[in-house]
Each structure stands twice: as C-alpha cells, then as structure tokens.
C-alpha cells in the first residue's frame, strides 16, 4: 500500500494498492510529490530570505512560517509514503 501524496475530501489519507509503478495513479502520484518537493525548496529559500531580512515585518514571517508549515507537511507525508519516516 502506498500513501499517496493527498488527501481524500474528508481529509483523510489515501492509498494506492499496486504493484505497478507505471500505473497512471503511481505516475500521478510520482509527479506531484516531486512537485511538492520542488515548492518545498522554493519556500525554505523564501522564508531563509525574510529571516535574513532585518527589514521583514510580522505580516511577511507570518506569510513565510505558514507557507513553511504547509511545505514540511507535504515533505512529512512523502517521506512516510515512501517509509522514510514515522506517524
């Protein structure tokens, strides 16, 4: 079973049963994770920048943290998927 790299409308996890990595699902699902990675570089390189920033007020940090949160959650879920971690 994999963990797919969403949720269902409820907000529950989703799972894939296959064996066939070449499957459109697997495909799919192999396509936004790597999506989801490359947002999640672009957001580390954004919130290193308002850090950095001596000039960022509370409105962009909030911005950055939020958009941090949401990209570490992404990464969790990938990585749990592909059971390089723990839940």
């Known amino acids: 079973m994999r ?3 969403w949720t269902g409308t409820d907000g529950k ?5 296959t064996d066939d990595p070449d499957s459109l699902l697997s495909r799919l699902a192999d396509d936004v994770e790597a999506a989801q990675l490359a947002s999640a570089e672009t957001v580390l390189a954004g919130a290193r ?8 007020g509370e409105r962009a940090a909030r911005f ?3 958009r941090t949160v ?3 959650g992404d990464v969790l879920r ?9 839940r």
Do not use: N, W
Not at 13 to 17: E, I, R, T
């Open 3 to 5: 963990l797919l790299p």
């Open 64 to 66: 950055a943290l939020t």
């Open 70 to 72: 949401e990209s570490l």
């Open 13 to 17: 996890p989703c799972y894939l049963s």
């Open 49 to 56: 920048a308002v850090l950095h920033d001596d000039k960022s």
């Open 78 to 86: 990938i990585a749990v998927g592909r059971g390089d971690g723990t």
